[in-house]
Protein backbone atom coordinates (compact mmCIF):
# COMPACT_ATOMS: atom_id res chain seq x y z
CA UNK A 1 0.00 0.00 0.00
CA UNK A 2 1.47 3.44 -0.79
CA UNK A 3 0.89 6.32 1.71
CA UNK A 4 0.71 9.99 0.65
CA UNK A 5 1.27 12.66 3.27
CA UNK A 6 -0.43 15.88 1.75
CA UNK A 7 0.44 19.35 4.38
CA UNK A 8 -0.50 18.11 7.44
CA UNK A 9 0.17 20.58 10.42
CA UNK A 10 -0.68 19.76 14.25
CA UNK A 11 -0.33 21.67 17.40
CA UNK A 12 -0.33 20.92 20.84
CA UNK A 13 -1.05 24.68 22.63
CA UNK A 14 1.02 26.73 21.39
CA UNK A 15 3.60 24.33 20.13
CA UNK A 16 3.63 23.40 16.26
CA UNK A 17 4.43 19.74 16.37
CA UNK A 18 3.93 19.39 12.51
CA UNK A 19 4.42 22.44 10.12
CA UNK A 20 2.83 21.53 6.24
CA UNK A 21 4.81 18.21 6.45
CA UNK A 22 4.13 16.36 2.67
CA UNK A 23 5.79 12.94 2.01
CA UNK A 24 5.22 9.61 -0.60
CA UNK A 25 5.71 6.68 0.61
CA UNK A 26 5.79 3.62 -1.78
CA UNK A 27 4.32 0.21 -1.27
CA UNK A 28 6.18 -2.47 0.31
CA UNK A 29 9.15 0.76 0.92
CA UNK A 30 11.23 0.89 4.65
CA UNK A 31 11.15 3.89 5.72
CA UNK A 32 12.90 5.85 8.66
CA UNK A 33 11.78 8.92 10.30
CA UNK A 34 15.06 10.01 11.71
CA UNK A 35 15.30 12.92 14.04
CA UNK A 36 15.89 14.72 17.50
CA UNK A 37 13.21 14.36 20.53
CA UNK A 38 10.04 17.13 19.97
CA UNK A 39 10.47 17.14 16.19
CA UNK A 40 7.80 15.87 15.49
CA UNK A 41 8.28 12.11 13.54
CA UNK A 42 5.88 10.31 16.51
CA UNK A 43 3.04 12.92 16.13
CA UNK A 44 3.46 12.00 12.32
CA UNK A 45 3.53 8.13 13.43
CA UNK A 46 0.51 8.35 14.96
CA UNK A 47 -1.59 10.87 12.50
CA UNK A 48 -0.71 7.94 9.81
CA UNK A 49 -2.14 5.88 12.24
CA UNK A 50 -5.18 7.53 13.26
CA UNK A 51 -4.48 8.01 16.52
CA UNK A 52 -3.80 11.39 16.14
CA UNK A 53 -6.30 13.62 14.05
CA UNK A 54 -4.18 16.79 11.81
CA UNK A 55 -5.42 20.16 11.90
CA UNK A 56 -4.97 20.38 8.31
CA UNK A 57 -3.35 18.11 5.75
CA UNK A 58 -4.88 14.73 4.56
CA UNK A 59 -3.23 10.71 4.52
CA UNK A 60 -4.28 8.93 1.36
CA UNK A 61 -4.08 5.06 1.61
CA UNK A 62 -3.20 4.37 -2.07
CA UNK A 63 -4.85 7.46 -3.47
CA UNK A 64 -7.99 6.86 -0.59
CA UNK A 65 -8.29 9.90 1.56
CA UNK A 66 -8.12 8.11 5.01
CA UNK A 67 -9.42 11.31 7.11
CA UNK A 68 -12.88 9.36 8.13
CA UNK A 69 -11.49 6.44 8.46
CA UNK A 70 -11.44 4.96 12.14
CA UNK A 71 -8.41 3.70 13.52
CA UNK A 72 -10.01 -0.30 13.29
CA UNK A 73 -10.51 0.07 9.70
CA UNK A 74 -7.19 1.41 8.28
CA UNK A 75 -5.67 -1.78 8.36
CA UNK A 76 -2.01 -0.80 10.19
CA UNK A 77 -0.04 -2.94 12.90
CA UNK A 78 1.49 -1.40 15.79
CA UNK A 79 4.84 -1.82 17.22
CA UNK A 80 5.65 0.03 20.47
CA UNK A 81 9.31 0.91 22.12
CA UNK A 82 7.81 -0.78 25.43
CA UNK A 83 6.09 -4.17 23.91
CA UNK A 84 2.68 -3.34 24.96
CA UNK A 85 2.01 -7.65 25.57
CA UNK A 86 -0.75 -8.17 27.92
CA UNK A 87 1.19 -9.72 31.24
CA UNK A 88 -1.95 -12.51 31.91
CA UNK A 89 -1.69 -13.71 28.65
CA UNK A 90 0.60 -16.28 26.91
CA UNK A 91 3.15 -15.59 23.72
CA UNK A 92 0.24 -17.42 21.99
CA UNK A 93 -2.33 -15.64 23.20
CA UNK A 94 -0.92 -12.34 22.72
CA UNK A 95 -0.59 -12.84 19.35
CA UNK A 96 -3.87 -14.79 18.60
CA UNK A 97 -5.51 -11.50 20.50
CA UNK A 98 -6.61 -9.40 17.47
CA UNK A 99 -7.70 -12.23 15.41
CA UNK A 100 -9.67 -13.28 18.31
CA UNK A 101 -11.47 -9.66 18.32
CA UNK A 102 -11.87 -9.58 15.41
CA UNK A 103 -16.00 -8.96 14.26
CA UNK A 104 -18.05 -12.52 14.23
CA UNK A 105 -18.52 -12.40 10.57
CA UNK A 106 -14.92 -12.11 9.61
CA UNK A 107 -13.23 -13.63 12.64
CA UNK A 108 -11.25 -17.22 11.66
CA UNK A 109 -12.22 -20.26 12.78
CA UNK A 110 -10.40 -21.56 15.81
CA UNK A 111 -8.62 -24.04 13.60
CA UNK A 112 -7.14 -21.03 11.95
CA UNK A 113 -5.86 -18.90 14.75
CA UNK A 114 -3.95 -21.75 15.78
CA UNK A 115 -1.89 -22.80 12.35
CA UNK A 116 -1.80 -18.26 11.37
CA UNK A 117 -0.31 -18.00 15.29
CA UNK A 118 2.65 -20.68 14.97
CA UNK A 119 2.99 -19.80 11.69
CA UNK A 120 3.83 -16.55 12.56
CA UNK A 121 5.83 -17.55 16.05
CA UNK A 122 7.41 -19.59 13.20
CA UNK A 123 8.13 -16.19 11.25
CA UNK A 124 9.88 -14.73 14.22
CA UNK A 125 11.76 -17.22 15.07
CA UNK A 126 10.40 -18.24 18.94
CA UNK A 127 7.77 -21.32 18.20
CA UNK A 128 8.93 -22.98 21.23
CA UNK A 129 7.77 -20.32 23.74
CA UNK A 130 4.31 -20.08 22.84
CA UNK A 131 3.57 -21.24 26.72
CA UNK A 132 5.53 -18.81 28.09
CA UNK A 133 4.28 -15.76 29.61
CA UNK A 134 5.51 -11.73 28.73
CA UNK A 135 7.55 -11.43 32.50
CA UNK A 136 9.69 -14.92 31.33
CA UNK A 137 10.97 -13.23 28.21
CA UNK A 138 13.82 -11.36 27.26
CA UNK A 139 13.42 -7.76 25.97
CA UNK A 140 14.75 -8.50 22.60
CA UNK A 141 12.17 -11.99 22.25
CA UNK A 142 9.26 -9.67 23.28
CA UNK A 143 9.86 -6.68 21.19
CA UNK A 144 9.66 -9.96 18.15
CA UNK A 145 6.29 -10.77 19.53
CA UNK A 146 5.52 -7.66 19.52
CA UNK A 147 6.11 -7.53 15.90
CA UNK A 148 4.25 -11.10 15.13
CA UNK A 149 1.06 -9.51 17.21
CA UNK A 150 1.36 -6.76 14.76
CA UNK A 151 1.47 -9.11 12.04
CA UNK A 152 -1.25 -11.23 12.65
CA UNK A 153 -4.10 -9.25 11.67
CA UNK A 154 -2.08 -8.82 8.03
CA UNK A 155 -1.76 -4.91 8.22
CA UNK A 156 -1.35 -3.64 4.85
CA UNK A 157 0.74 -0.68 7.19
CA UNK A 158 3.22 -1.91 9.42
CA UNK A 159 4.46 1.19 12.26
CA UNK A 160 7.01 0.94 14.55
CA UNK A 161 7.64 3.45 17.30
CA UNK A 162 11.43 3.39 18.54
CA UNK A 163 10.76 -0.35 18.58
CA UNK A 164 14.25 -1.32 19.90
CA UNK A 165 15.01 1.84 22.04
CA UNK A 166 14.81 0.11 25.69
CA UNK A 167 17.23 -2.94 24.66
CA UNK A 168 20.78 -3.10 25.36
CA UNK A 169 23.33 -1.88 22.23
CA UNK A 170 23.94 -5.49 21.11
CA UNK A 171 20.14 -6.20 21.50
CA UNK A 172 19.62 -3.53 19.48
CA UNK A 173 21.68 -4.13 16.70
CA UNK A 174 20.95 -7.96 16.40
CA UNK A 175 17.14 -7.40 16.02
CA UNK A 176 17.49 -4.31 13.03
CA UNK A 177 19.36 -7.25 10.97
CA UNK A 178 16.65 -9.32 11.76
CA UNK A 179 13.62 -6.82 11.13
CA UNK A 180 15.20 -5.74 7.51
CA UNK A 181 15.18 -9.55 6.49
CA UNK A 182 11.72 -9.71 7.76
CA UNK A 183 10.22 -7.06 5.73
CA UNK A 184 11.60 -8.28 2.79
CA UNK A 185 10.41 -11.47 3.24
CA UNK A 186 6.60 -10.32 3.89
CA UNK A 187 7.18 -6.89 1.71
CA UNK A 188 4.65 -4.63 3.75
CA UNK A 189 5.05 -0.84 3.53
CA UNK A 190 6.75 -0.07 6.95
CA UNK A 191 7.61 3.49 8.78
CA UNK A 192 9.67 3.14 11.34
CA UNK A 193 10.52 5.90 14.19
CA UNK A 194 13.95 6.20 15.88
CA UNK A 195 16.41 8.76 16.93
CA UNK A 196 19.16 6.12 16.21
CA UNK A 197 21.17 7.52 12.83
CA UNK A 198 23.20 4.16 12.52
CA UNK A 199 19.53 2.59 13.19
CA UNK A 200 17.78 4.48 10.31
CA UNK A 201 21.06 4.62 7.79
CA UNK A 202 21.50 0.68 8.38
CA UNK A 203 17.62 -0.78 8.08
CA UNK A 204 15.41 1.79 5.66
CA UNK A 205 15.23 2.21 1.96
CA UNK A 206 14.88 5.86 2.70
CA UNK A 207 15.42 8.18 5.42
CA UNK A 208 13.43 11.30 6.27
CA UNK A 209 15.50 13.95 8.17
CA UNK A 210 13.02 15.70 10.63
CA UNK A 211 13.61 18.83 12.84
CA UNK A 212 11.39 21.24 14.60
CA UNK A 213 8.12 19.66 12.72
CA UNK A 214 9.71 19.97 9.06
CA UNK A 215 10.82 17.47 6.78
CA UNK A 216 14.83 18.63 6.15
CA UNK A 217 15.86 15.96 3.97
CA UNK A 218 14.47 12.29 2.25
CA UNK A 219 16.78 10.14 0.28
CA UNK A 220 18.68 7.27 0.90
CA UNK A 221 21.14 6.44 3.53
CA UNK A 222 24.44 6.55 1.04
CA UNK A 223 22.27 10.05 -0.24
CA UNK A 224 21.60 11.84 3.44
CA UNK A 225 25.22 10.50 4.47
CA UNK A 226 27.17 11.47 1.32
CA UNK A 227 25.05 14.87 0.46
CA UNK A 228 23.77 16.73 3.72
CA UNK A 229 20.74 19.23 2.48
CA UNK A 230 21.46 21.46 5.67
CA UNK A 231 23.63 22.18 8.47
CA UNK A 232 21.57 20.19 10.85
CA UNK A 233 21.43 17.04 8.84
CA UNK A 234 25.01 17.45 8.26
CA UNK A 235 25.19 18.11 12.46
CA UNK A 236 22.67 14.97 13.27
CA UNK A 237 24.52 12.54 10.85
CA UNK A 238 27.04 11.06 12.86
CA UNK A 239 29.89 12.86 14.56
CA UNK A 240 31.24 16.23 12.94
CA UNK A 241 33.64 18.91 13.15
CA UNK A 242 32.16 22.31 12.67
CA UNK A 243 34.59 25.51 11.99
CA UNK A 244 33.67 29.05 12.04
CA UNK A 245 34.95 31.44 9.45
CA UNK A 246 33.79 33.90 6.50
CA UNK A 247 33.56 33.18 2.47
CA UNK A 248 34.58 35.78 0.13
CA UNK A 249 34.79 35.33 -3.36
CA UNK A 250 34.94 31.60 -3.69
CA UNK A 251 37.46 31.48 -0.31
CA UNK A 252 36.67 30.47 2.77
CA UNK A 253 38.84 31.78 5.76
CA UNK A 254 38.65 29.24 9.13
CA UNK A 255 39.96 28.75 11.87
CA UNK A 256 43.56 29.08 10.82
CA UNK A 257 43.43 27.93 7.57
CA UNK A 258 42.27 28.60 4.14
CA UNK A 259 39.99 26.47 1.20
CA UNK A 260 38.67 27.06 -2.12
CA UNK A 261 34.93 26.93 -2.30
CA UNK A 262 34.04 27.66 -5.53
CA UNK A 263 30.19 27.18 -5.43
CA UNK A 264 30.29 30.00 -2.85
CA UNK A 265 31.77 32.30 -5.54
CA UNK A 266 29.30 35.02 -5.33
CA UNK A 267 29.93 35.41 -1.39
CA UNK A 268 30.98 38.94 -0.19
CA UNK A 269 32.68 38.44 3.40
CA UNK A 270 29.97 36.40 4.61
CA UNK A 271 29.85 34.37 7.61
CA UNK A 272 30.19 30.73 6.79
CA UNK A 273 30.15 27.06 8.56
CA UNK A 274 32.64 24.42 7.60
CA UNK A 275 31.16 20.60 8.33
CA UNK A 276 33.89 18.11 8.11
CA UNK A 277 33.65 14.41 9.53
CA UNK A 278 36.70 12.99 11.64
CA UNK A 279 37.56 10.95 9.25
CA UNK A 280 38.32 13.33 6.72
CA UNK A 281 40.76 14.87 8.31
CA UNK A 282 44.41 14.55 7.55
CA UNK A 283 46.63 14.49 10.83
CA UNK A 284 50.19 15.06 10.23
CA UNK A 285 53.36 16.46 12.65
CA UNK A 286 53.66 19.89 12.90
CA UNK A 287 56.74 21.59 11.71
CA UNK A 288 57.28 25.64 11.47
CA UNK A 289 56.96 26.83 7.85
CA UNK A 290 55.47 23.68 6.65
CA UNK A 291 51.53 23.35 5.84
CA UNK A 292 51.40 26.06 3.41
CA UNK A 293 49.71 25.52 -0.36
CA UNK A 294 51.56 27.05 -3.76
CA UNK A 295 49.49 30.45 -2.73
CA UNK A 296 51.47 30.53 0.53
CA UNK A 297 48.08 30.14 2.35
CA UNK A 298 47.82 27.96 5.62
CA UNK A 299 46.56 24.26 4.77
CA UNK A 300 46.09 23.25 8.14
CA UNK A 301 44.69 23.41 11.77
CA UNK A 302 47.60 24.12 14.24
CA UNK A 303 46.35 22.00 17.48
CA UNK A 304 47.77 19.91 20.12
CA UNK A 305 47.10 15.89 20.59
CA UNK A 306 45.16 16.22 24.09
CA UNK A 307 43.92 12.75 23.76
CA UNK A 308 43.94 9.06 22.04
CA UNK A 309 41.69 7.12 22.04
CA UNK A 310 42.28 3.16 20.15
CA UNK A 311 39.36 0.62 19.81
CA UNK A 312 40.31 -2.03 17.58
CA UNK A 313 41.17 -0.70 14.21
CA UNK A 314 40.72 3.12 14.54
CA UNK A 315 41.97 5.74 16.53
CA UNK A 316 40.33 8.46 17.54
CA UNK A 317 41.98 11.59 18.50
CA UNK A 318 41.03 15.00 20.24
CA UNK A 319 43.26 17.47 19.47
CA UNK A 320 42.63 21.24 20.46
CA UNK A 321 43.68 24.29 18.24
CA UNK A 322 46.77 26.23 19.12
CA UNK A 323 45.49 29.19 20.84
CA UNK A 324 46.75 31.90 18.26
CA UNK A 325 44.19 30.09 15.27
CA UNK A 326 40.97 30.65 17.37
CA UNK A 327 39.13 33.87 16.17
CA UNK A 328 37.63 36.33 18.28
CA UNK A 329 34.21 35.11 18.67
CA UNK A 330 35.45 31.36 19.60
CA UNK A 331 38.36 32.42 22.25
CA UNK A 332 38.08 30.54 25.53
CA UNK A 333 35.19 27.58 24.28
CA UNK A 334 36.17 24.06 24.38
CA UNK A 335 36.57 23.77 20.44
CA UNK A 336 38.12 19.92 20.79
CA UNK A 337 38.25 18.93 17.08
CA UNK A 338 37.82 15.05 16.49
CA UNK A 339 39.87 13.03 13.85
CA UNK A 340 39.67 9.20 12.95
CA UNK A 341 42.87 7.73 11.59
CA UNK A 342 43.59 4.14 11.34
CA UNK A 343 44.86 2.35 14.54
CA UNK A 344 48.14 0.97 12.60
CA UNK A 345 48.94 4.54 10.90
CA UNK A 346 48.19 5.89 14.49
CA UNK A 347 50.83 3.56 15.96
CA UNK A 348 53.54 4.55 13.01
CA UNK A 349 53.65 7.73 13.51
CA UNK A 350 54.36 7.32 17.39
CA UNK A 351 52.11 10.59 18.32
CA UNK A 352 52.18 11.21 21.62
CA UNK A 353 49.91 13.01 24.01
CA UNK A 354 50.87 16.50 24.53
CA UNK A 355 52.59 16.56 20.61
CA UNK A 356 51.63 19.36 18.28
CA UNK A 357 50.27 18.35 14.74
CA UNK A 358 48.34 19.88 11.72
CA UNK A 359 44.98 18.75 10.47
CA UNK A 360 44.00 19.21 7.21
CA UNK A 361 40.48 18.87 5.83
CA UNK A 362 40.48 16.40 3.07
CA UNK A 363 36.76 16.76 2.39
CA UNK A 364 34.77 19.56 3.90
CA UNK A 365 31.03 21.23 3.31
CA UNK A 366 30.73 24.62 3.47
CA UNK A 367 27.40 26.85 4.55
CA UNK A 368 26.80 30.35 3.85
CA UNK A 369 24.58 32.55 5.19
CA UNK A 370 23.48 35.82 3.30
CA UNK A 371 25.60 35.05 0.31
CA UNK A 372 25.39 38.19 -1.60
Known amino acids: MSIEIRNVSKKFGDFHALRDVSLDINSGELIALLGPSGCGKTTLLRIIAGLETADAGSILFSGEDTTGVHVR ?3 VGFVFQHYALFRHMTVFENVAFGLRVKPRGVRPSEAQIRKKVHDLLGLVQLDWLADRFPSQLSGGQRQRIALARALAVEPKVLLLD ?4 ALDAK ?4 LRRWLRR ?4 LDVTSIFVTHDQEEALEVA ?8 GRVEQVGSPQEVWE ?7 YGFLGDVNLFHGRAHEGEVHLEGMQLDS ?4 DAQNAKA ?6 HDLDVQRYSPGEGLDTAGRPRGIVVQLSRAIVVGPIARLELIPAEDNQPSDQAGKDSIIEAQIPAQQFRDLGFREGETLVVTPRRARVFVENAG
Open 205 to 212: DRVVLMNA
Open 262 to 265: PEHA
Open 227 to 233: HPASPFV
Open 162 to 165: EPFG
Open 273 to 278: FAYVRP
Open 73 to 75: ERQ
Open 171 to 174: VRKE
Open 182 to 185: LHDE
